[in-house]
Every structure is written in C-alpha cells, then in structure tokens.
C-alpha cells in the first residue's frame, strides 16, 4: 500500500482542493475535491478502481488522472478529467454521495515552500500550489499555500483532536473503500481532518 495526498487552499480560506491517490497492487482508491464559500461541495472518488498505468497514471472507466513528479520534493503536476457530484450536505460523501453529476478538470501546479518532515509511515512536505480548475460555469483559478502527504505500508489517518465548529465552514469529506468516513474541513490554516465511522 502507498499513498499520496495534496491539499491547497486560498490565502484567505475561502476556496480549497485536494487530491488523493491511494494504491494496493493494482486497485486504488482516488479522491478529489473542492470547497468554495456559498456553493456546494464537489466531490470525485473512485474506489476499487482498476485502470492503473505507468507511474501514477491512472484510466478508470469515464474519467482520467495522473500525478507526475517534475523534480523530486520540489514540484508535483496533477491532473484529473472526471464527474464529479454537487453536494449540498457535504457530510453524504460519508455514505453514498447522490448529488447533481457535473464534469470537472483540475490542472495543479505544486511547488515545495520547505523541506519534507517524517510523520508515521512516510513524509509531509508544505508547499505552494498554481491551480485552474475547469467548471461549466468557467474557470476557477486558486494560489496560495499548500500541504502534501506521501505514505506507504499503511493508509494516510489525518489526526486532528479537535474539529471547529459552527456556521460557514466548508467541509470535505471523503469515504474509503473499507467503510472509513474522513472528515476534512478547510480552515483558516488549512485542512484538517480525523477518521470517522461512515454515515
């Protein structure tokens, strides 16, 4: 098993993304997402998938997305074309995630802002991201900081203890293919994230 995570998010917290790819010899799991303030949460996965090509490469049925390292710890290039779902309650990616399909493209520019730090099983590296992602309504460009993770011998578990509370937040979650919920929520300092039961 491996894994790979990158989060970005506006300065000013009001927009974020991220990407996840996990692999178990020849299936993986994948993820991505994007939160915007006063619109719905739009969410991708694709669990169990079988379709994996050269490097992380990866060609399920209807969609496409690759995750190339241009120089090592220094710059990731992430693409996806895929539909994804609208969710009005961002917690129904929890359990089964029914929302109106929408077709997407990310295009994400990452660059290190630092050397990368053991955490258990792998590394976390900060990071600053060039993004567009391609909406029917236009294009939505994000800058600003960003985070990536890249583990191996056992899944990504966020851990943070605490989850803020209250009115306004833009919450991304994800579900895994085993039943394990993720709760993901943009904060002002980034995401954060703790596992949890699905609903």
Not at 69 to 79: E, H, N
Not at 146 to 171: I, S
């Amino acid at each position: 098993m491996e894994a790979w995570w990158w989060w970005a998010w506006a300065a000013d917290a009001r927009a974020g993304l991220f990407v996840g790819l996990e692999l178990r010899g020849r299936r993986f799991d994948y993820w991505a997402g994007l939160v915007r303030c006063g619109e719905p949460y739009l969410y991708v996965e694709e669990l169990e998938g079988t379709g994996l090509r050269d490097g992380l490469e990866i060609k399920p049925p209807e969609m496409w997305a690759d995750h190339s390292c241009d120089v090592p710890f220094t710059q990731w290039s992430l693409g996806n074309e895929a539909h994804g779902v609208l969710l009005d309650d961002a917690l129904d990616a929890m359990g089964r995630p029914y929302g109106t399909p929408v077709p997407v493209t990310f295009d994400v520019e990452w660059y290190a802002a630092g050397d990368p730090a053991e955490i258990a099983h792998g590394y976390e590296q900060a990071g600053e991201v060039d993004a567009q992602v391609e909406l029917d309504e236009g294009m939505l460009s994000l800058k600003g900081p960003a985070h990536r993770v890249h583990v191996w011998g056992a899944p990504f578990r966020p851990t943070a203890l605490a989850m803020p509370a209250g009115e306004g937040l833009l919450w991304a979650p994800y579900r895994r293919h085993d039943g394990q919920g993720v709760l993901q929520v943009l904060s002002p300092s980034g995401f954060l994230g703790r596992w949890a039961s699905a609903g």
